[in-house]
């Protein structure tokens, strides 16, 4: 099965997440007295991809590189790093094992920490608020590198992992077993909007698909 046919799938799993082919909605809001903002407006892939490239190639991120691999320095695998991490991981130009070896140890790294669990709004009604729309570009990029980062949200070891060419998702007390058996060529990752994540647990710490 192709991978746009897994990304299509999960985002169809995970419920309430806008999903295309070359696009992906920010549609997350900020709250005033007054009104609660939501930006509407909608992050290409190639935009994506542009963000990742960007940070991979910034002295922050080739430092942390340089030190995990020479000095075995962690603080790449810091929350606040998040982000700097996953253009790592995504990236063509560094090697399997690499990727493998930081996935591994940010895995071991993240059961260290507490799980972030959601308060159930499930029969709840929703806070009464004035909504205003806007359409921030500017707005979507910085909180699109901030969900990566997002303690709460983003944890390695209660990622929903699949292997694409295996057709399976992995449970948590074997996905370390499973990396090092296998062999990686590709990784893809996908935060849920906090505002999703508070109503569905599902892939609620990150969804991370392994070619």
Same mark, same amino acid.
């Given at each position: 099965?192709?991978? #746009? !046919?897994?990304?299509?799938?999960?985002?169809? +799993?995970?419920?309430?997440?806008?999903?295309?082919?070359? !696009? $992906?909605?920010?549609?997350?809001?900020? @709250?005033?007295?007054?009104? #609660?903002?939501?930006?509407?407006?909608?992050?290409?892939?190639?935009?994506?991809?542009?963000?990742?490239?960007?940070?991979?190639? *910034?002295? =922050? !991120?080739?430092?942390?590189? %340089?030190?995990?691999?020479?000095?075995?320095?962690?603080?790449? &695998?810091?929350?606040?790093?998040?982000?700097?991490?996953?253009?790592? &991981?995504?990236?063509? +130009?560094?090697?399997?094992?690499?990727?493998?070896? &930081?996935?591994?140890?940010?895995?071991?790294?993240?059961?260290?920490?507490?799980?972030?669990?959601?308060?159930?709004? %499930?029969?709840?009604? $929703?806070? =009464?608020?004035?909504?205003?729309?806007?359409?921030?570009?500017? $707005?979507?990029? !910085? *909180?699109?590198?901030?969900?990566?980062?997002?303690?709460?949200?983003?944890?390695?070891?209660?990622?929903?992992?699949?292997?694409?060419?295996?057709?399976?998702?992995?449970?948590? *007390? @074997?996905?370390?077993?499973?990396?090092?058996?296998? #062999?990686?060529?590709? +990784?893809?990752?996908?935060?849920?909007?906090?505002?999703?994540?508070?109503?569905? %647990?599902?892939?609620?710490?990150?969804? $991370?698909?392994?070619?």
């Amino acid at each position: 099965m192709k991978i #746009k !046919t897994y990304i299509f799938t999960f985002f169809i +799993l995970l419920s309430g997440i806008a999903f295309g082919q070359d !696009t $992906l909605l920010v549609n997350d809001f900020q @709250k005033t007295d007054k009104f #609660k903002y939501i930006n509407e407006y909608v992050i290409k892939q190639t935009e994506r991809d542009s963000i990742f490239n960007s940070v991979f190639s *910034d002295d =922050k !991120t080739q430092q942390l590189l %340089k030190s995990y691999t020479t000095e075995n320095n962690e603080d790449v &695998l810091l929350v606040e790093n998040q982000f700097n991490l996953v253009s790592i &991981l995504i990236s063509d +130009l560094i090697s399997a094992e690499t990727k493998k070896s &930081l996935l591994i140890n940010k895995i071991k790294f993240d059961q260290k920490r507490t799980l972030f669990i959601p308060p159930d709004y %499930k029969g709840y009604p $929703l806070e =009464k608020q004035k909504i205003k729309k806007i359409n921030s570009k500017e $707005l979507a990029i !910085t *909180d699109f590198i901030k969900s990566y980062n997002d303690e709460r949200f983003v944890n390695f070891s209660g990622m929903l992992m699949v292997f694409s060419r295996k057709d399976e998702i992995i449970a948590v *007390d @074997k996905k370390i077993d499973r990396i090092q058996k296998n #062999k990686i060529k590709k +990784l893809h990752f996908f935060i849920m909007p906090k505002s999703t994540a508070i109503y569905s %647990k599902k892939g609620i710490y990150g969804v $991370l698909i392994i070619e």
